[in-house]
């Protein structure tokens, strides 16, 4: 079993509506999470970093992070045509361990 | 501004033949530098990992070795390719080992073994 799962596999929004990812960990000793965004053809690129219980803010979007069911959450408001990409949600813990990536979610906003 | 650049963009291979990725990091000293594999449209999988130069650990293996010959450079490289080599190969840079630090990637190298 995967220790990072995400959810949906895929999604599509209309222009201007919010997406929303989700990202289950199944080891506590993750901490630290991070979302990045891939468009198609390119290296990843992180979005937001998230390491404390709650909600985070960064213009359009939004994570939540709650440690005790190890749920992370991305919401990305207002979404636009070139939000349209891959979506990774990233874990790590105390350790210098790599990074466990999750599957990735696609996200398609359609004009 | 840091900058990472690959090479080459994008190589078609045969089975059993040797290859060399290349990953070069512009505007950072002493970064931490990573490979990472990701099969078409699926997850990231870091393979190694560098703190200094002469110094790589394997994360997993995959056939495959990494060396970092200079500060600046990080090299993928095997012998004989397998069919199962196929896919996206990324380099990546982080300022500090640990999971605080964002990585940020390269462009990527298309691997295609036919």
């Known amino acids: 079993q995967q220790k990072v799962q995400q959810s949906p596999e895929s999604l599509s929004v209309p222009e201007g509506g919010m997406a929303s990812f989700n990202c289950t960990s199944s080891d506590r000793n993750f901490q630290y999470f991070w979302w990045y965004r891939q468009h198609s053809g390119e290296g990843p690129k992180a979005l937001m970093s998230i390491f404390s219980d709650g909600d985070k803010k960064e213009g359009r979007f939004t994570a939540h992070l709650n440690k005790a069911s190890l749920h992370v959450s991305l919401h990305i408001r207002d979404s636009q045509p070139s939000d349209s990409a891959l979506y990774f949600c990233?874990?790590?813990?105390?350790?210098?361990?790599?990074?466990?990536f999750g599957a990735g979610t696609k996200l398609t906003v359609k004009p | 501004a840091q900058t990472i650049h690959q090479w080459p963009v994008a190589e078609i291979k045969a089975v059993g033949s040797p290859l060399s990725l290349g990953c070069t990091i512009k505007?950072?000293?002493?970064?931490?530098l990573y490979w990472y594999w990701q099969a078409t449209g699926g997850t990231l999988q870091q393979l190694f990992y560098s703190i200094t130069v002469g110094q790589v650990e394997s994360v997993v293996q995959l056939n495959l070795s990494a060396s970092r010959p200079k500060d600046d450079q990080f090299i993928l490289s095997t012998e004989k390719l397998l069919l199962s080599h196929s896919g996206f190969y990324l380099c990546?840079?982080?300022?500090?080992?640990?999971?605080?630090?964002?990585?940020?990637f390269g462009p990527g190298t298309r691997l295609t073994v036919l």
């Open positions: 505007g950072k000293s002493s970064p931490n």
């Open positions: 990233a874990a790590s813990d105390h350790n210098n361990n790599a990074p466990r």
């Open positions: 990546a840079w982080s300022p500090g080992l640990g999971g605080r630090n964002e990585q940020y």
